[in-house]
T-cell receptor, first 114, second 112 residues
Framework: DQQVKQNSPSLSVQEGRISILNCDYT??????FLWYKKYPAEGPTFLIS?????DKNEDGRFTVFLNKSAKHLSLHIVPSQPGDSAVYFCAALAGGTSYGKLTFGQGTILTVHP | SAVISQKPSRDICQRGTSLTIQCQVD?????MFWYRQQPGQSLTLIATANQGSEATYESGFVIDKFPISRPNLTFSTLTVSNMSPEDSSIYLC?????????FGPGTRLTVL
């Protein structure tokens, strides 16, 4: 049972345009969501997060939107840069659980073309 | 932030053998975990590495197959026992600091 799903395995975007990565979840107990970025041969690194009490969180070029009723979140990158090319993982955490016990999506490979 | 190193970074092993992966954190952390990422799949939590006691395993993972040690706050090992090709994965060590989780670079294991 895949509780966190990233239905797009890959996304290709032109430099300077917006990248939108999507994530859906099924578990109503999830109340904290994170995005991780992963380069080849490296471990995932934390990018941005959002609590379920918010519907938007912004950090520079990165914005995460949360639609609780639809159990959907998205990561927007504006403007996209070639250095953003990586695998992006959506992850979710249930209330009261350690940060270590994340449930991950399958990942989306983002390619930003110069 | 914490820096995590893993050894080996990759290995190719024969069916039926065992491999021990080492994880070292450069600072004291509260908790350490082991994840697995099978080809085309998401990262899946294997277990919580408890200091000085038996690890806590997630559903579908057992100690006989994945024995874990954590003798101190900054070091842990994961052994993949009696390997089969289905164990071919990336194994990641993670550590939780005060407010986030840090990932090691992973160990890419191929079982022939």
């Amino acid at each position: 049972d895949q509780q966190v799903k990233q239905n797009s395995p890959s996304l290709s975007v032109q430099e300077g345009r917006i990248s939108i990565l999507n994530c859906d979840y099924t578990n109503s107990m999830f109340d904290y969501f994170l995005w991780y970025k992963k380069y080849p041969a490296e471990g995932p690194t934390f990018l941005i997060s959002i609590s379920s009490i918010k519907d938007k969180n912004e950090d520079g070029r990165f914005t995460v939107f949360l639609n609780k009723s639809a159990k959907h979140l998205s990561l927007h990158i504006v403007p996209s840069q070639p250095g953003d090319s990586a695998v992006y993982f959506c992850a979710a955490l249930a209330g009261g659980t350690s940060y270590g016990k994340l449930t991950f999506g399958q990942g989306t490979i983002l390619t930003v073309h110069p | 932030s914490a820096v995590i190193s893993q050894k080996p970074s990759r290995d190719i092993c024969q069916r039926g053998t065992s491999l021990t992966i080492q994880c070292q954190v450069d600072s004291q952390v509260t908790m350490m975990f082991w994840y697995r990422q099978q080809p085309g799949q998401s990262l899946t939590l294997i277990a919580t590495a408890n200091q000085g006691s038996e690890a806590t395993y997630e559903s579908g993972f057992v100690i006989d197959k994945f024995p874990i040690s954590r003798p101190n706050l900054t070091f842990s090992t994961l052994t993949v026992s009696n390997m089969s090709p289905e164990d071919s994965s990336i194994y990641l060590c993670t550590a939780v600091g005060t407010d986030t989780q840090y990932f090691g670079p992973g160990t890419r294991l191929t079982v022939l």
